[in-house]
């Protein structure tokens, strides 16, 4: 299986503060990865989609962007509605694994 | 819109079976790949596996072959999942998600979740 790992395992940040995320894929992944929210008691919420693909409904804030085994998820300017816990996942080869998450909390 | 609304928490015992239900509505069931992705307590996430609602067909995750069957009623829009032989690490949060399309393995909408215990 591919694994996939994230860093840092937590953040701290403030509101207004820009926030990068990484993910590691073991081999390459091209293009195919997508990133999660989740917040506490809820289920994960489709965020970026095909590495840099923005889905419908969420604020141009979150970006993605890199290729192969190298990827990032940035939150330009951090809202506090996006303290949370975010995935990444690759869907090149079953089974698709995630990453173990990073959590984001309020500095 | 689209929703996926499961059925409720379960407790069952360590040997039992569980099957989870998930409701899909707002798009056409047969569409799109159904996926359903468990997460223990505290832990990440873990796909099982997809059923394709169209024609029943399905792909399981080797650490679940022989204990867990997807299966779907397309006159209710309503998939399925059982597990048997129940462990207490089987206790988890179940979610049904919905593939972008057709087996890609990457979820849009997901069901709220369906805590099932395990427990003597």
């Known amino acids: 299986d591919i694994q996939m790992t994230q860093s840092p395992s937590t953040l701290s940040a403030s509101v207004g503060d820009r926030v990068t995320i990484t993910c590691r894929a073991s081999?390459?992944?091209?293009?195919?990865l997508a990133w999660y929210q989740q917040k506490p008691g809820k289920a994960p919420k489709l965020l970026i989609y095909y590495a840099s693909s923005l889905e419908s409904g969420v604020p141009s804030r979150f970006s993605g962007s890199g290729s192969g085994t190298e990827f990032t998820l940035t939150i330009s300017s951090l809202q506090p509605d996006d303290f949370a816990i975010y995935y990444c996942q690759q869907y090149n080869t079953y089974p698709g694994t995630f990453g173990q998450g990073t959590k984001v909390e309020i500095k | 819109q689209v929703q996926l609304v499961q059925s409720g928490a379960e407790v069952k015992k360590p040997g039992a079976s569980v099957k989870v239900s998930c409701k899909a509505s707002g798009y056409t069931f047969t569409g799109n790949y159904m996926h359903w992705v468990r997460q223990a307590p505290g832990q990440g996430l873990e796909w099982m596996g997809w059923?394709?609602?169209?024609?029943?067909?399905?792909n399981y995750v080797q650490k679940f072959q022989g204990r867990v069957t997807m299966t779907r009623d397309t006159s209710i829009s309503t998939a399925y999942m059982e597990l048997s032989r129940l462990r207490s690490d089987d206790t988890a949060v179940y979610y049904c998600?919905?593939?972008?399309?057709?087996?890609?393995?990457?979820?849009?909408?997901w069901g709220q979740g369906t805590l099932v215990t395990v427990s003597s």
């Open positions: 998600a919905r593939d972008l399309s057709t087996s890609t393995s990457c979820y849009d909408y």
């Open positions: 059923i394709n609602p169209n024609n029943g067909g399905t």
């Open positions: 081999q390459s992944i091209s293009s195919w």
